[in-house]
């Protein structure tokens, strides 16, 4: 579903969205003069929620490795999500960080069911290639895709599986169209399959919501 603007009177930040319940995690990386990594004299760490309420004030936060502090965060509430980091004594600076928390989905398939599909390819993580968050990203994409062929941009839960199959199929197609372009070459190819899979699946899908007399999630 489309994100809301970000509140009145907000820089454009980094933003990214992110379902209830899952955790963001947060990282302000520092460098010298020279943009190179080193730590700062302190780092902390201040989040706000939707209401404007700090749940996190100043707190502090160690480097992980030279130069990068990271701090995991599981927002309890939908909407906008602020984290502004401060680095203060020698390296000094700031940077804020903005997230969307959408209510959950049971229709959005994970990144590992995605891999399902495809198991041929690397495991996602944040290393791999593409990477958890590029597949991530493009769940979110292909989800609002699916997602508009309802008119309430959501479903029944006698649909999710079907909505969810169909989301991952188009998910796995694109990754495979993206990543391995030089092995999609004539129409057996897994790219290929994949689409005549999804289409397939958006067909049934688009049936089934002729028959949906309030197709909304409980």
């Given amino acids: 579903m489309p994100i809301p603007a970000q509140p009145a009177g907000t820089l454009p930040a980094e933003a990214g969205d992110l379902e209830l319940g899952n955790t963001w995690a947060l990282q ?10 080193a ?16 749940v ?25 999500w602020r984290a502004d980091w401060v680095a203060t004594g020698v390296n000094a600076g700031g940077h804020t960080e903005w997230v969307y928390v959408r209510a959950s989905q049971p229709w959005v398939p994970s990144p590992a069911q995605v891999h399902a599909l495809i198991p041929t390819r690397p495991v996602f993580t944040d290393t791999s290639r593409p990477t958890l968050g590029e597949v991530q990203a493009i769940i979110n994409l292909s989800a609002d895709s699916v997602a ?15 909505v969810r199959l169909t989301i ?7 990754v495979e169209a993206s990543f391995w372009p030089e092995q999609q070459t004539g129409p057996d190819s897994p790219a290929e399959l ?8 958006l067909t049934g899908l688009r049936g089934r919501l002729l028959g949906d007399t309030d197709p909304v999630v409980a």
């Fill in 28 to 37: 302000l990386l520092v460098s010298d003069e020279n943009d190179i990594l």
């Fill in 39 to 54: 730590n700062a004299g302190a780092v902390a760490i201040s989040i706000t929620g939707p209401d404007n309420v700090k």
């Fill in 56 to 80: 996190v004030d100043a707190a502090p936060v160690t480097p992980t490795t030279v130069g990068t502090y990271d701090r995991d965060y599981t927002p309890a509430a939908v909407g906008w």
């Fill in 148 to 162: 508009s062929e309802s008119p309430t941009g959501t479903f029944l839960p006698a649909n999710a599986g079907k």
């Fill in 168 to 174: 991952a199929l188009f998910v796995a197609q694109q």
């Fill in 194 to 201: 994949l689409y005549a899979r999804y289409q397939g699946e």
